[in-house]
């Protein structure tokens, strides 16, 4: 499982196929669908195209676009190859998003099989792991779980770093479910709060179960607990300033502090429920770490409200003091395995270069996401970006050609490789759930027609105001686009009574279908961005001499965002 997919000249190969074919296409991959009607965004297809696509139904384009998977794909007309020889090109230079145990599924059914009896508790998870977790949470803790416990069982390393780790979901289960030491890191206050104080209601929960049932067996506490670290991750700063930060005293942990309970009501659930034999791991769970992302307001929002996934979070910076790594020796520091859920931006490949640099750091998973917030060298301030306001130490600022993307020399070196902040941040939309809308013929796929409608008028008044971010409007497929406007107009500092021509109105709104074709097109773009993305992580390590398996871990239609990156050091 952990041996390379491809061999170094296939992914290179494969990343200099996807560069060229993503170039081919910028023109829909760069564009913005709320401006469908200011740029005339239709008539950029080919007129071929644009005879064939402006009747399709819902349905239609689902199967004869989006669902790489469907196989009786019955056309309404003839076809011209070009359009054909785009959608399977796409389709057969992205990664498959499905594991093989999830190939053949029952059709249409959205949550995996663990959620059938239950839809909000997974019943391979252990009741005290799905306390504050959302269903979606404990897919992930339980399969990434055990695939980093497979990590530490092959390398004989119990020491886990969990960096951006949120409520400490996933860091609760490697502590307490899978025995493994675990360090945990998160530069919200709150959240780390958070966490501490859910160590402390489940070791609570447990000591009552023990007491219940006259156990004289107690929960090594002082082995299991997890410890928790406030603290932001640099990405410019150094390994060593990180296995610092790791080494930094202060930090919380519920082995030296005393948690406030769980309320009675809660404690009442815990009994009834509560059997500390649930913190055995079946050896078919697996894991994911929690992270609870912050949304930026960024400029498109828009664009996300009908496919863009709910992201975990990320890190913020805090306020920390200078590191200086020589003041004392990192020799004696253990051998670990880092791991990263949903890591942010930046921090994903911040992470994969502690690890190829770092020599205490044995393994890594790293489940990225946002990446529309990582830095390239056209765009090394994209909107959204997390900066310290701490000074970094001296000499320890990054190369300048150290960008999230690419990573590596080979695609940096590829004609066509940049990729606009729009192409990574389509990346990150959920393909699946927007293949669900158009299956069901959603009226939630009437927002962006809106949006663009919107556009229009706002353009029309003040032609300084593209794309202005108005937030997402509270359930706008359900309002009359009059009611809709009035509160977008409102937004963007424009008055909400703006007379509107109705005419002007009607004839946008009928356009809805070629609407939901354009954005599919581009959508159909989505994995193939995120496909090179990755390669390009894979192939960065390749160079540092390190194999690595992109696995399709979790379910797409549960956790968009569902590709690991795995990797080991070489023995010796």
């Known amino acids: 499982m952990f041996t390379a997919s491809f061999s170094a000249e296939q992914q290179r190969e494969l990343a200099k196929r996807l560069t060229t074919f993503l170039s081919q296409y910028r023109h829909l991959s760069d564009s913005y669908i709320i401006e469908f009607f200011t740029e005339d965004l239709w008539h950029t297809l080919p007129s071929s195209w644009q005879a064939v696509l402006q009747d399709l139904s819902y349905p239609q384009i689902a199967d004869l676009f989006l669902d790489a998977t469907h196989e009786d794909r019955r056309y309404p007309s003839v076809w011209p190859l070009s359009l054909l020889a785009f959608r399977a090109t796409a389709h057969a230079l992205a990664f498959p998003r499905e594991s093989i ?8 059914l959205v949550k995996p099989e663990e959620f059938q009896e239950n839809q909000s508790q997974s019943s391979l998870l252990g009741h005290i792991f799905r306390k504050h977790v959302k269903p979606k949470k404990q897919h992930e803790i339980r399969k990434l779980g055990m695939l980093v416990k497979q990590l530490c069982d092959q390398t004989e390393c119990s ?3 969990d960096v951006g780790s949120g409520q ?3 860091t609760r289960f490697l502590s307490f479910g899978l025995g493994l030491s675990v360090t945990a890191i998160e530069a919200d206050h709150t959240l780390v709060t958070m966490a501490s104080r859910f160590d402390g209601q489940l070791i609570w929960a447990l000591e009552k179960e023990n007491q219940k049932k006259n156990c004289t067996s107690q929960l090594p506490i ?3 607990s997890p410890r928790h670290v406030a603290g932001w991750v640099n990405p410019k700063a150094p390994w060593e300033a990180f296995i610092k930060q790791l080494s930094a005293t202060g930090c919380v942990s519920e082995g030296s502090s005393t948690p406030s309970g769980p309320s009675k009501k809660r404690l009442r659930g815990s009994k009834r429920q509560g059997r500390s034999r649930d913190l055995q791991a079946s050896p078919s769970h697996g894991s994911t770490r929690s992270d609870a992302h912050s949304q930026d307001s960024s400029k498109n929002e828009s664009e996300d409200e009908l496919s863009n996934e709910n992201c975990c979070s990320c890190i913020q910076p805090v306020h920390q003091q200078d590191v200086n790594p020589e003041e004392s020796s990192l020799q004696g520091y253990p051998d670990f395995i880092l791991t990263g859920l949903h890591a942010c931006g930046d921090l994903s490949t911040t992470l994969l270069r502690h690890f190829v640099n770092c020599p205490h750091v044995r393994g890594i998973t790293s489940v990225a996401c946002c990446y529309m917030k990582i830095t390239t060298k056209e765009n090394p301030a994209p909107p959204g970006l997390v900066v310290s306001s701490a000074p970094v130490t001296p000499g320890h600022e990054s190369v300048p050609s150290e960008f999230g993307y690419p990573m590596s020399s080979w695609v940096r070196g590829l004609p066509g490789h940049q990729l606009s902040y729009k192409a990574r941040e389509a990346a990150c939309h959920a393909v699946e759930d927007y293949i669900r809308r158009l299956r069901e013929e959603s009226e939630l796929l009437r927002t962006h027609c809106y949006r663009a409608t919107l556009e229009t008028f706002i353009r029309d008044t003040r032609p300084e105001l593209r794309r202005a971010g108005i937030q997402t409007i509270k359930k706008a497929h359900l309002l009359p686009f009059t009611e809709y406007a009035r509160l977008g ?6 008055p909400p009574d703006l007379p509107l021509d109705p005419e002007q109105v009607e004839a946008m709104l009928k356009q809805q279908g070629r609407v939901v ?8 773009l989505a994995p193939v961005v995120e496909t090179l993305v990755l390669l390009d992580r894979m192939i960065y390590l390749q160079e540092k001499g390190v194999d690595s398996q992109l696995v399709p871990l979790f379910d797409p239609n549960f956790s968009p965002r569902n590709f690991v990156l795995v990797a080991l050091k070489p023995c010796g």
């Open 489 to 494: 107009l409102a937004r963007v500092g424009l």
């Open 159 to 161: 020491r886990v770093v």
């Open 101 to 108: 145990h999830e190939q053949g599924r029952v059709a249409g």
């Open 168 to 170: 400490g979901h996933l």
């Open 517 to 524: 074709v354009y954005f599919s097109l581009a959508l159909l």
């Open 222 to 224: 002082s082995q299991s």
